[in-house]
């Protein structure tokens, strides 16, 4: 695929209206990230620990989760876990932001379902690369199950 099919299926237009959801315990973490998501002019929705956090995927329905695994009150594992046992969040995209480097924490992000991870210190042009990616890949899988979905109309009203 050439960068001009690329800029079709998500554009700078389309990156404005993704809500992204920064889960971290940590204030100055927090406002970091937030801070390097606005190059991307994307609305950024704050969560301090892991029980906010899926308060707020309820109400807010982001488009992709950037989430601490060390928090309060729920550990990000367990975030994820409970997003991906989910049918109605399952397809929520998660990028688990970590200062946990050991093989076992990289094993268990992923047990708990985690599409990416990012380590801390947050390189803000990785951050910046993944989460475009993250957006992309969730923007195409919404389009294709519209597609789906009209397909099997047009199929129910043919026969």
Request: hydrophobic share 40%; net charge negative.
């Amino acid at each position: 695929m050439n960068k001009t099919m690329a800029k079709k299926i998500m554009n700078d237009e389309d990156l404005k209206t993704a809500n992204i959801l920064v889960v971290d315990d940590n204030e100055q973490n927090l406002e970091l990230i937030q801070a390097y998501l606005e190059d991307l002019k994307c609305n950024s929705i704050p969560a301090r620990d892991g029980i906010s956090a899926i308060e707020l995927i309820k109400e807010s329905k982001p488009d992709l989760v950037l989430l601490d695994v060390m928090m309060p009150r729920m550990s990000g594992f367990e975030v994820c876990r409970r997003l991906k046992s989910n049918p109605e969040t399952a397809d929520l995209p998660v990028i688990m932001v970590t200062a946990l480097n050991e093989m076992g924490d990289i094993e268990r992000a992923i047990e708990s379902g985690t599409d990416d991870f990012l380590s801390k210190p947050v390189n803000k042009l990785e951050l910046l690369t993944r989460v475009k990616t993250m957006l992309k890949l969730k923007h195409l899988s919404d389009k294709l199950e519209r597609t789906l979905a009209y397909l099997s109309e047009l199929e129910k009203h043919a026969s």
